[in-house]
């Protein structure tokens, strides 16, 4: 053995944490404390079907913060559970405080720039969101609004997916994208949808003024009433044999085609 090899523990295998690792706050009395203690909780999982008088205030402390509650069952409690002693509740928090849409219009404002954000249609997929973060922050938008219910939040899979844009991209999540999507329109924001049967070739669509960009979700795109919210449907040139893109592989070509005409 060489002697700068002396004395040099063996290197142990790197352990990967699970998929929601980072975050997850398991058992009653763990949730209650964190609610009680203001930790910034994305969402909370409580097992259907349980009527326990411990669980009904987790539910009802949650709903009167605005935190989301969703119903799971046992098999996706003991999936996500590291303790294995969940007792029917988990809550992911959530890495980062969430902002109004206002905020991201007001980031803008002060760069002096015209506002540049993504809308995420219900993108469930965490690695997905986390890639569509990642590729806002570089090319320079405003921020990313995502919708409360059926999609990813600020995870900690979507802050590491993310590479660290999570600290940088503001996000904003709302109660109803439409809505949301109608607000932007009366502040002077065009919206703009993919969508394969998009009216707007891409080249043709002029990204340089304030501009939402809406980004459907992986398997069924933009929900019918998110749609009708769109001032134009933009399609992206297809040349091969498939007709559509990952979420988060269109969004990338949106932005820099925006981020392409606002060089000029």
């Keep these: 053995m060489g002697k700068e090899q002396r004395g040099r523990e063996p290197l142990k295998p790197k352990r990967e ?16 404390e964190a609610l009680r203690a203001g930790v910034n909780i994305d969402k909370i999982y409580i097992m259907k079907g349980e009527t326990d008088a411990a669980l009904g205030h987790i539910a009802s402390t949650a709903r009167a913060k605005g935190i989301v509650v969703a119903d799971a069952d046992r098999r996706k409690l003991d999936n ?109 924001v065009w919206v703009f949808g993919t969508a394969a049967d998009g009216q707007t070739p891409l080249y043709e669509a002029d990204l340089r003024g304030p501009a939402a960009i809406v980004i459907g979700s992986e398997g069924e795109g933009m929900g019918r009433l998110v749609a009708e919210k769109c001032d134009f449907k933009v399609s992206i040139p297809m040349k091969g044999k498939l007709n559509s893109l990952n979420a988060s592989a269109a969004a990338a070509i949106l932005l820099y085609e925006a981020v392409r005409q606002r060089l000029h």
């Design 17 to 32: 944490p699970s998929s929601e690792a980072d975050g997850v706050i398991e058992g009653r009395n763990a949730v209650i």
């Design 80 to 188: 996500m559970s590291r303790t294995h002693a969940h007792q029917g509740v988990i809550a992911v928090a959530a890495v980062r405080e969430y902002v109004s849409v206002d905020e991201l219009l007001e980031t803008a404002r002060r760069k002096g720039e015209p506002p540049l954000l993504v809308v995420c249609d219900e993108l469930s997929d965490p690695h997905n969101l986390g890639a569509v973060i990642r590729t806002a922050e570089c090319a320079g938008a405003h921020g990313v609004i995502i919708p409360k219910r059926r999609s990813a939040g600020l995870t900690a899979v979507v802050a590491k997916t993310s590479a660290g844009a999570v600290a940088h991209v503001p996000v904003a999540r709302v109660a109803n994208l439409p809505s949301a999507l109608e607000e932007l329109k009366e502040q002077g």
